[in-house]
């Protein structure tokens, strides 16, 4: 059988539901081949060591780690996409553009991590990522630190600016697109981010926030056209949760009953 070749990103929300989709197929021992980009760049690692089991792995490093467990659990100004409008307002008057320090970010991922390389995480995985400097996508090299690979995926405005590496400034390029842009061979798209749903906005900071999300919302639906997604039907922004993980696993079973012989 040959590898199923699917992409998967989103800058945060789409954690669960995306890793959900990718347990399925490994528990059906599904051959597949990852693109990933944003917050789905942690899923290699834990993959190529605990394999079907990487889910509750990569939850405990997530809560054993002081800064991400607050950028996903903890800190209230992460809860709502809205709050964190208000919070970059404020901290743009102070001159501040971000919440956290890649830094800090930088040591916690050292000793988790150490100097793992691409390389060591197998040949099932590719990571995209975007030079805004030269306006290309970059793809993490076999001998790139996986390290470094985190932290520019995880370089989403406003929690942190760009990351500065081998003179490119990187983000995720689910910051461009809620997905991986290049998808020409990709087989199946992932992510729950392309279904949310912004309220009306109420002042000047929700405008550019909810403006900028339809830009990304407008790309993924036009870069994914003729593509398989699998997308809740609906959601609440409640969905870091166990019940978001279960139904992806889910509509994956599903998808692979219609489309494949296991």
Known sequence: ??????????????????????TEFLNLNVPIYLRVSGISVLFPFFISKYNNNFFGKMIEF???????????FKDRIYDKLYNQAIALWKLNRKKQFEFESHIELEKELMAYFGNIKIKDLGDNFEIESYDILKKEVYYFKPNDLYVDALLASFSS??????????????????EISLSPLKLDDID??????CSLKLPTPKNGAEILLFSFFLRKKKLFDIITKDKDVLAPLKITFESLSGSSFNNARKFAKIWINKNMEV
Request: glycine share 6%; charged share 15%; net charge positive.
């Open 1 to 22: 059988m040959n590898k199923l070749k699917i992409a998967s990103g989103d800058f945060k929300y789409g954690l669960y539901w995306n890793a959900g989709v990718i």
């Open 62 to 72: 997530i809560n054993n780690s002081k800064i991400l467990n607050r950028y996903f």
């Open 157 to 174: 405005p406003p929690f942190f600016k760009y990351y500065e590496y081998n003179n490119m400034y990187l983000i995720p390029t689910a």
């Open 188 to 193: 199946l798209i992932t992510s729950l981010e």
